[in-house]
């Protein structure tokens, strides 16, 4: 997931989507973020790279929207919607995914354990 | 006395007095004269401000202030009695001297002495090497490279020394202080001291007899430098109570080094308090009488080992009995001392100073202090007493001295606080009374020659009757020092979030 800027990046996502939950007057996805280039990189427990500032998934509501939909703690968000994720800040990010006209949102994410995954069945 | 002195336009004429500075000699004599007159024609007024010279000025004074009884102030010298003084005629003839000569004159004579000393200081080996030379040049044997090599030690050495002495005495000081600085006055009469020693012993040896040694004769020069600049770092402990200080000093020989260091002792070290050794001397006893060793084979050896072996196995408790004893004991010198300063706070109270005026009206119940101390001693005496007992000190302090402190704290307006913090904490062996350090005979014990110079590593003792101070000496390290520049604008901050939001 480290990648060097302006040079292009390659990572193994899985896409998800989520289906809001309208909770009185809020639509909510039930995870919380963190990250963006606007936020200090090192504080990241998620990141391999301390200098990644992209945004992450820093909790996960259980039960709620996103767990059901099999997002995990510590994914990093790569795309929303078809929106970049890697090169925000931290509220261009929270806007993104809290669209109120959106009902759904679907993500591009990427964990270390995916790459493993492509590797182990590259290998058989 | 019925005559009165009143100094109208004093402050007026102090501004006056540093221009009528060369006046000054003559305007002692002006003051004697007018006060001779004041013993003998007792219905005249003075009305003179001070540190005015002479009475001819008197009238072209009189136009500039306006003074109305000018005409009355004017004296005739009789010249009766030469010399009566009174006593208030001498403390304002000392007032009038300092504010009209004291000031400038004073500092410059500090000056012109501490420029005098330095140069004689800076100037001597340099004399002792030159004058051999002048005197007695064909005997002189010539200096070999050994010698030579001297030379450029001396010349670095009266360098530090050159701006030593312009450090402690050329500096102008901030300001003209009351008294003479004791401690710069003591270390030029000391460096005066050690420069006419080293003179005599050069006048009377290398002079009189002129030693065409010159080697010999640039080493001493050399040796007169050495001993100003510390070179070692002493640390004292006390073997009965582990008290320690760290003290500099210089290239010195032992016993010079025991000197200096027993003068530090009696003004740094806590008094010695045999009392406050007992605790420990009895659970030390009580360990040895514990334990019964039947020697069974004959050994010496394998009894010292069978005691320490079941000393180790016992399993006793004494590390509780001490930190319950502790506890308990701290506890009781904090109660007893709250009670102690509770009474002493209380008793400082029932006592004021009197003012002047109110001397006048009420004359009746007034004390000097050192009646005042024992009006209030019987207040504040038991919890006094019974805080000593408490904290061991009893045999330090007699009731009498106690009243003499109290007297003294009352006499300089001290608060209850000052009176108490000698009883409080124990100080320095000087505090006590002069039986306790008067009669102090210090012994040296050491390996080494006591004539020979303090070494790194060197340890020496110096015994007394009740306790020894084991001194160990330290080379100080060599110090390398490095500059670093840091620009005031380099200094720039930014702000480290990480926030989560939840969506």
Request: glycine share 6%.
């Amino acid at each position: 997931m480290s990648y060097i800027p302006g040079q292009p990046m390659t990572a193994v996502a899985q896409r998800i989507e989520i289906q809001k939950l309208r909770q009185g007057d809020h639509l909510i996805l039930g995870f919380s973020i963190g990250g963006g280039i606007d936020q200090d990189p090192g504080q990241n427990p998620f990141s391999e790279d301390k200098t990644d500032k992209g945004i992450y998934v820093t909790r996960i509501t259980p039960g709620g929207p996103a767990d059901v939909a099999g997002l995990v703690m510590g994914d990093k968000i790569l795309q929303v919607n078809g929106w970049d994720m890697t090169m925000v800040t931290h509220d261009q990010a929270r806007k993104r995914l809290t669209k109120k006209k959106e009902d759904v949102v679907r993500l591009l994410v990427t964990r270390k354990s995916l790459e493993k995954a492509v590797k182990q069945s590259m290998s058989h | 006395m019925d005559t009165e002195s009143t100094y109208s336009g004093y402050s007026y004429y102090s501004g006056r007095s540093r221009g009528s500075h060369r006046h000054g000699e003559r305007s002692r004599d002006r003051h004697k004269s007018r006060s001779k007159d004041s013993r003998s024609e007792k219905s005249v007024t003075i009305n003179t401000p001070p540190a005015e010279p002479l009475l001819g000025d008197s009238s072209i004074r009189g136009e500039q202030v306006q003074d109305d009884n000018w005409g009355e102030t004017t004296t005739a010298i009789t010249g009766t009695s030469e010399h009566s003084l009174s006593q208030e005629d001498i403390v304002r003839i000392t007032k009038d001297l300092e504010d009209s000569v004291g000031l400038d004159c004073r500092r410059y004579f500090t000056l012109t002495l501490a420029i005098i000393l330095g140069l004689l200081v800076f100037l001597t080996p340099v004399a002792f090497l030159v004058l051999p030379h002048l005197l007695w040049p064909e005997k002189l044997q010539s200096c070999g490279t050994a010698c030579e090599g001297l030379f450029i030690s001396v010349a670095f050495k009266l360098l530090i020394l050159l701006l030593a002495v312009w450090a402690l005495f050329f500096r102008a000081p901030r300001a003209g202080l009351p008294r003479v600085f004791v401690f710069r006055t003591l270390l030029a009469v000391l460096v005066l001291l050690f420069v006419v020693s080293y003179w005599l012993f050069y006048g009377v040896r290398i002079l009189d007899s002129q030693d065409p040694n010159y080697q010999g004769i640039v080493q001493y020069a050399v040796s007169l430098l050495r001993q100003l600049q510390p070179a070692f770092s002493v640390c004292v402990t006390r073997s009965t109570d582990g008290e320690k200080r760290h003290y500099n000093l210089g290239q010195i020989s032992v016993q010079r080094a025991a000197l200096a260091i027993i003068e530090h002792y009696y003004c740094d070290f806590p008094v010695h308090n045999p009392a406050l050794l007992s605790a420990s001397k009895s659970r030390a006893a009580k360990h040895l009488a514990g334990l019964k060793v039947y020697n069974v084979d004959g050994l010496a050896h394998s009894q010292s080992r069978a005691m320490i072996a079941a000393a180790a196995r016992r399993r006793d408790s004494s590390h509780n009995e001490l930190y319950y004893e502790e506890a308990e004991h701290e506890r009781r010198v904090r109660k007893r001392r709250a009670r102690l300063v509770v009474a002493v706070e209380e008793a400082f109270t029932h006592i004021k100073r009197m003012q002047e005026e109110e001397q006048k009206k009420a004359p009746g119940d007034v004390m000097d202090p050192r009646e005042a101390a024992q009006a209030i001693f019987p207040s504040m005496a038991r919890a006094l007493q019974k805080y000593l007992r408490t904290t061991k000190q009893q045999h330090c302090h007699s009731m009498e001295s106690i009243q003499q402190h109290l007297a003294f704290c009352i006499t300089n307006n001290m608060t209850p606080k000052a009176f108490l913090e000698s009883y409080l904490t124990a100080g320095p062996t000087l505090q006590y009374s002069r039986d306790h350090w008067l009669s102090r005979q210090w012994t040296l014990i050491s390996e080494a020659s006591v004539t020979s110079s303090l070494k790194d590593g060197m340890v020496f003792l110096l015994k007394c009757v009740d306790f020894s101070l084991v001194v160990t000496s330290r080379k100080i390290p060599y110090i390398q020092l490095s500059e670093e520049y840091i620009d005031p604008k380099s200094h720039k901050f930014v702000l480290r979030l990480q926030s989560e939001t939840s969506v």
